[in-house]
């Protein structure tokens, strides 16, 4: 059929929709969602859509761009920040997985290739799923955060390698196998190191000269074409599309246009990754994988019991403490999104076969779906497994900051010790100040103390941590990080322990001020508004506006707590993260046969939709906040003020049409009680 490609993908996208909708009502990940829209539509479900390769090339993209942004985050930078637990601990962790699990996979049968593809595959965890479990969980920051995040690293960039065996593994004999092997490794260290010397000597230049020309489309078409580009050129010399991608992503991420590619990329990466994990889906039979229930179940549980376990015992072997080290197993117990990518490629080129692919997607499937919930409860599984031991050492920490701090009185506490934290340090010692600051990153915290800098290791959303600091002598508390999340666990704690103490909270924008300002923070600082700020005070200065008329303008924007800078208009700006729930600008100009044209501005209660009207502009004059006795006319521009619903709802209240009703029931309408006839209203007020 001609369009049948186009009635597939509508589909695929009208069922993705619908299953994305209910599993974040959930609150499960949308992966799962789209697994269960490929069991649903597929051939082995309800048949919707055939198996085709032109939807298995499409989805085959969203692998490409996936990797793509990881080679965007790879820089050797931070590789040497967390050597210890990208590259030992990390390390440690693929290679043992990859033997244990392939000398598992051989001694159950599975050809030697089949074997190493089986390895790799549990060897890696789920990036997504982890990464934004532990950013809800404000565990980021944490000891067990950032070593799952190091090992999280390493997995990712293990996938490269796997990708350029992969098609070396779908020879015949072992000899041949061997040679192949030995010829794609060379020509892979070949390709890379072309593509990179290329990268180096071409990318920055041309990127350069595409931001020049200020057009966002030619760059994010530019951006495209050298995703792609790479990517054909690996697949060319019979390695793979993905590999191609990432070491695109790595030159790109090299350069000062990493954050605008990677926005760019973005939204055509989430798109075509939910694709491909719906195509993944669709390989599952559930016919065939029923009767395999059992060793599906219990693959499951050898998965991860066996990787939680290994990560332990790593963990311990590499100095890690014992409570960490359970955490952090449990944490990257599961399999993740690049296993179901090396899948694809080995079914593709015949590495494994049906029986075993139905194996492995089923016990990564549902390892990934009990995944939030362990993560949820790691904190407890940890205390539950190591006892006193692990509550020994958090007392420990504990202990050695109260110790810290026992000479402090009147000092301020600092939570995080970032750029903006330690700024803060060298103001409050330049005064002679006393300050704590608590921080989560182990080597700032060593690197500052060896500095004679007052730090200690701490996590501020902890109540014992912040009694420890002093919290209960301190003359004021600043939050300098910009995670909301923290901050509001932090708030009501510190609230609840010393009522009067003055809170004061660091904000990227407006979007939570009025959230954190309920949780009891007295100030809130949003960095947007305070530039505006300053840039409005250096702008009057230098139009030679008094510098006492400067700062009284100042102080009542900080007064007012930013509502002047807030109302603003916003435009055509499609707001995804809900951040003008506080209010907006808008505008209402009332024509002829409007409800409010004749009547008074206090025949209309707009408070309870949490409106408020700003100014009247009539005939080229603007009139700031009218009074209730104000008479609209036709003609009148109404500037609100108010929630974007409360302002809808205030369109809809002003334009109804009831004055054609009025005429109806009588020309003459009552007299107002000034006198006056309905519309002849002054201009008093405007």
Not at 45 to 74: N, Q
Not at 91 to 113: F, S
Not at 124 to 151: D, Y
Not at 384 to 395: A, H, I, K, V
Request: aromatic share 6%; charged share 20%.
């Amino acid at each position: 059929m001609e369009y049948q490609i186009l009635e597939e993908i509508l589909i695929l996208l009208l069922v993705a929709v619908l299953a994305v909708s209910l599993f974040h009502r959930l609150r499960l990940p949308p992966v799962l969602a789209y697994f269960s829209v490929g069991v649903l539509v597929g051939p082995y479900g309800g048949g919707w859509i055939a198996d085709s390769e032109d939807i298995h090339f499409l989805a085959e993209f969203g692998v490409v761009f996936l990797l793509f942004t990881v080679g965007l985050e790879f820089s050797f930078s931070h590789l040497v920040a967390m050597r210890r637990e990208v590259l030992g601990l990390g390390g440690a962790q693929v290679l043992v997985t990859t033997v244990l699990a392939g000398l598992g996979a051989l001694a159950m049968g599975v050809d030697p290739g089949g074997a190493v593809v089986v390895g790799g595959v549990l060897a890696l965890s789920s990036t997504a799923i982890v990464v934004k479990q532990l950013a809800e969980q404000v565990e980021l920051g944490s000891r067990h955060g950032r070593v799952a995040v190091g090992i999280l690293l390493f997995q990712d960039v293990s996938v490269v390698p796997f990708l350029i065996v992969i098609p070396a593994l779908a020879a015949g004999s072992e000899a041949s196998i061997t040679a192949e092997l030995l010829l794609t490794l060379g020509k892979g260290v070949a390709v890379v190191a072309a593509m990179l010397a290329a990268g180096h000597w071409l990318l920055r230049p041309l990127f350069h000269e595409i931001a020049a020309s200020r057009s966002a489309e030619l760059f994010t078409l530019t951006a495209l074409l050298f995703t792609l580009a790479a990517a054909w050129v690996t697949e060319f010399a019979g390695l793979s599309l993905a590999l191609g991608a990432f070491l695109a992503g790595m030159m790109l991420g090299e350069t000062e246009f990493r954050h605008q590619v990677e926005s760019d990329i973005r939204p055509f990466r989430d798109v075509l990754l939910g694709l491909f994990f719906i195509t993944v889906g669709m390989l599952l039979d559930l016919k065939t994988l029923m009767p395999l229930l059992p060793h599906v179940l219990s693959l499951t549980a050898a998965l991860m019991l066996g990787k939680a376990l290994l990560i332990f015992i790593l963990g311990r072997l590499m100095g890690v403490e014992a409570g960490v080290a359970v955490r952090t197993g449990v944490v990257l117990a599961q399999g993740g999104e690049f296993g179901f990518a090396l899948i694809s490629l080995a079914l593709g080129a015949g590495v494994l076969d049906t029986h075993t692919t139905n194996l492995l997607l089923g016990a990564l499937i549902l390892s990934m779906a009990l995944t939030p919930l362990l993560i949820r409860y790691n904190g407890i599984i940890a205390k539950r497994l190591c006892g006193q031991g692990y509550l020994g050492q958090r007392e420990s920490l504990v202990q050695e900051l109260r110790a810290e701090a026992e000479a402090l009185r009147d000092h301020t506490l600092l939570c995080g010790y970032g750029r903006i934290g330690q700024n803060l340090a060298r103001f409050l010692d330049q005064e002679q100040l006393p300050y704590l600051a608590l921080d989560l990153d182990p080597e700032r915290v060593r690197e500052a103390r060896l500095a004679g800098e007052r730090v200690n290791y701490g996590d501020a959303t902890r109540i014992e941590i912040l009694q420890a600091a002093g919290l209960e002598r301190a003359r004021v508390l600043v939050v300098t990080f910009a995670d909301v999340r923290g901050a509001l666990k932090i708030l009501p704690q510190a609230r609840r322990l010393r009522p009067d103490i003055p809170l004061l909270v660091r904000a990227q924008d407006d979007s939570h001020l009025d959230q954190l300002l309920a949780a009891g923070a007295t100030e809130v600082i949003p960095e947007t508004f305070e530039a505006s700020v300053m840039i409005a005070s250096h702008l009057l200065y230098l139009l030679d506006v008094p510098v006492t008329r400067i700062a009284r303008r100042v102080q009542e924007v900080h007064e007012q707590r930013f509502q002047m800078l807030r109302e603003i208009f916003h435009g055509q700006e499609v707001d995804f993260t809900g951040w003008r729930r506080g209010g907006q600008l808008a505008t209402v100009v009332l024509d002829r046969g409007f409800r409010a044209v004749g009547r008074r501005l206090g025949e209309f209660d707009l408070a309870k939709l949490g409106v408020e009207i700003k100014a009247v502009r009539r005939g080229g004059i603007r009139g700031e906040r009218p009074d209730a006795e104000l008479v609209f006319k036709a003609g009148d521009v109404l500037v609100l003020y108010g929630p974007p619903e409360g302002i809808k709802g205030v369109r809809r209240l002003l334009q109804q049409e009831e004055r054609q009703e009025d005429s109806r029931r009588g020309e003459d309408a009552p007299p107002d009680p000034s006198g006056k006839r309905p519309g002849d209203g002054s201009d008093s007020g405007v």
